[in-house]
């Protein structure tokens, strides 16, 4: 299996501007979370979905970030407007549920100037 | 509540052991482990459920005890590979249908020659 694949793996962007993230997670997998990684705070659960439905969202930080998963095979984290303490590695992780472990992706290095 | 991981770094040479502790202040459904490379995403090490078991695969294994709220990942005979940031991911006793995790800050394992 490929494993979880995230794009692009490097965005720099400017303050205001829209950034959105992309997902696929493991084939088979039915829960997929979205975490932020940051020197300060370490790594931080954003949102998770099952079966495509999101239901944890209590980690996102404010209405500029959204998370869509349209189907099994995708999602997107998107921040609009971005703002320069938005700079961090953002990561996808999938779990085929059951048995609960989390597998992560590449991540995302954002740059927000 | 974020989990409390100790020590916050620790320095071997290869082939000493090493005990990295992680405690939670709330119940827990069970315990995930995740080894870090800098620059790469984390890796799922193994997990333990409420229940107290004891885990290993390799030189390295876990313990959890759910009545202190703790758990701690011992690794034995260490090779240069485990150099990484070990982090504790723990899940809340209500999380019966529920992933979420919440991780620790990090223990930055060293392994020198």
């Known amino acids: 299996d490929a494993g979880v694949i995230q794009s692009p793996r490097h965005e720099v962007t400017e303050m205001g501007q829209e950034v959105t993230l992309r997902c696929k997670p493991i084939?088979?997998?039915?829960?997929l979370f979205w975490y932020r990684q940051t020197m300060m705070r370490g790594l931080e659960l954003l949102i998770y979905?099952?079966?495509?439905?999101?239901?944890?969202d209590s980690g996102m930080p404010e209405d500029r970030f959204s998370a869509k998963m349209p189907n099994a095979s995708f999602s997107t984290l998107k921040i609009q407007p971005s703002e320069p303490r938005d700079s961090a590695v953002y990561f996808c992780?999938?779990?085929?549920?059951?048995?609960?472990?989390?597998?992560f992706g590449p991540g995302t290095r954002l740059t927000v100037t | 509540q974020q989990p409390v991981q100790s020590p916050q770094a620790v320095i071997l040479r290869e082939g000493e052991d090493a005990v990295i502790n992680c405690s939670s202040s709330?119940?827990?459904?069970?315990v995930h482990w995740y080894r870090q490379k800098h620059g790469e995403a984390p890796v799922f090490l193994m997990i333990l459920l409420k229940g107290g078991e004891q885990k290993g695969h390799d030189k390295i294994s876990a313990s959890f005890n759910e009545k202190k709220q703790q758990s701690s990942l011992y690794l034995t005979a260490s090779q240069l590979s485990y150099s990484g940031t070990y982090f504790c991911g723990t899940e809340g006793i209500s999380g019966g249908s529920n992933y979420k995790l919440t991780f620790g800050k990090g223990t930055l394992l060293t392994v020198n020659p």
């Open positions: 709330k119940a827990l459904y069970s």
């Open positions: 084939s088979g997998h039915n829960s």
């Open positions: 979905f099952n079966n495509n439905v999101p239901i944890d």
């Open positions: 992780a999938s779990s085929p549920g059951s048995s609960r472990e989390q597998y």
